[in-house]
């Protein structure tokens, strides 16, 4: 039954339009009655993204069962991975959806509160990951913001593009981006051969060469 009336309901959208298909106009059409189309959404709005609260619960729960030793950052990653994958599930769908959220101004809002509680979902993940640090909340906010924007630049590419190409692969090129970007760079161990002293001389602008040059090797031990 909820297969059958979102598929009423885009029929009617594309026919007659958003804004001039009613509740009533879903049901007669899906062959239900009004109770059927409200246990299922809350609203007209809700029919446009009906697959949105399960990706989040899939996205909290992908989350929660992460381990302290996964790195935070490929983590939030694959959570915006999981987004990418719904929408591929249905490329028709979903670009059917993506031209009439251009053309709908309410459902353009709408869409941007759910885009923001996804990147909340992955900016309380972050934050918890490093309430240690002392620039923990600016830090988890800004990757939540940037593993969205990189998420949704792969997103918006392909569904203007009719739903051509691989989505999975754009979207792991720009998460990647993220992923180098703010993820710090391993140790590297420098053996103690290769290492040299560095010596700071600190004089005045005035003082003549041949005098910073005497400190310079008074300071390594060759004067």
């Known amino acids: 039954m909820r297969d059958s009336l979102i598929a009423a309901a ?6 007659r339009g958003y804004e001039q298909t009613t509740v009533d106009d879903i049901v007669t059409l899906a062959g239900v009655g009004r109770r059927s189309f409200f246990r299922y959404f809350p609203s007209k709005e809700d ?6 609260e399960q990706c989040l619960d899939d996205m909290t729960r992908f989350l929660a069962a992460s381990a302290d030793s996964d790195d935070p950052i490929a983590r939030v990653c694959g959570a915006a991975r999981l ?8 490329p ?6 993506y031209r009439l959220t251009r053309e709908v101004a309410g459902l353009r809002t709408y869409e941007l509160s759910v885009v923001w509680r996804y990147e909340k979902t992955l ?4 934050r918890t990951r490093w309430a240690d ?8 906010n800004v990757v939540a913001a940037a593993v969205v924007a990189a998420h949704n630049h792969a997103l918006r590419h392909w569904l203007r593009s009719g739903g051509e190409g691989d989505p999975l692969a754009a979207v792991d090129e ?11 760079a391993p140790a590297v161990d420098v053996p103690a051969e290769e290492t040299e002293d560095v010596v700071v001389v600190i004089t005045k602008r005035s003082t003549p060469m041949w005098r910073v040059v005497r400190e310079v090797e008074s300071s390594l031990g060759e004067g």
């Open 123 to 126: 900016g309380d993940y972050l």
């Open 83 to 90: 987004v990418m994958r719904m929408y591929a599930e249905n």
């Open 174 to 184: 720009a998460l990647e981006f993220v992923r180098s970007t703010w993820s710090p």
């Open 92 to 97: 028709t769908f979903s670009v059917q959806r």
């Open 133 to 140: 640090r002392r620039d923990g909340t600016l830090r988890a």
């Open 47 to 52: 029919v446009v993204f009906p697959d949105h």
């Open 10 to 15: 885009f029929q009617l959208f594309l026919e």
